[in-house]
């Protein structure tokens, strides 16, 4: 590739980078983890205190604060020749301050073929485009393999406790349930509706998912929410597999083709018991 070149990133703003990037801040946690499985380990220079993966790496590379609150004097230090961030992610202010001293490209994501997309773009800004297009076809491959719950269960998904926090629309993770034929009982509220016990039992889903981040539920919360709703199958679920869309996504099939079997099963236990 020739540069300079143009780059439009998924928010419709264009940088131009003078040559390949060398010093890349990552503002984004599944970002950060594409960044390393790209073979990008030695431009990453820094990354949020959420960039957990790869777990050695990460340990050697400069914390620039967290995805909401920049240290912009330590990004200043490391004198970046390309930011990646997120729209939902990332904070507006904190952003805008950034664009106006560096070059930053932005992802922003609700689908899965968003997160392809998005990986592909990164590998075109990084001149890692052939391993970005393998990256690519793997995740496809294993998501058209995936087989959906049929009929659809109604299905909450908590990623908060006090307050009750649930997923609402037009995010990643309401996308994840969809094809895994979960249907968002919360739905047509907000994008991250705040939850009353009386509003999850007037809901009443048959499957309660209770994530293990950003809040950390364990399957001591299992209790509370039996409470609640005892005919629903609650199950504390891996986060990571339903919000991470970067490399992660290469994992998510046969972690979700499992919990997809777990609840076809209880559903049938569940049936033949009635």
Known sequence: MSFPKTFTDQMGHQIMLQQSPQRIVSLVPSQTELLFDLGLGDRVVGLTKF?????EQVKQKTIIGG??????????????????????????EGIEQLQAKYRVWMSDIYTLEDALEMMQQVGLLTGTEAKAVALVQSIKSGFEQLQPV???????YFIWRKPYMAVGSHNIIDHMLQRCGFA?????????????PEQLQHANPQLILLSSEPYPFKKKNIAEFRELCPQASIKVVDGEMFSWYGSRL????????QLIEEVKQERMYSIAGK
């Open 250 to 257: 290469l994992q998510a099939p046969k972690y979700l083709e």
């Open 51 to 55: 960039c957990i993966h790869p777990k």
């Open 184 to 196: 968002n009982v919360f739905a047509h509220t907000a994008r991250y509706p705040e939850v009353s």
């Open 150 to 156: 049929q009929p659809s269960i109604a299905t909450a």
């Open 67 to 92: 995805t909401k609150n920049f240290k912009f004097e330590v990004i200043d230090q490391l004198q970046p020749d390309l930011i990646i961030g997120n729209k939902e992610e990332n904070y507006k």
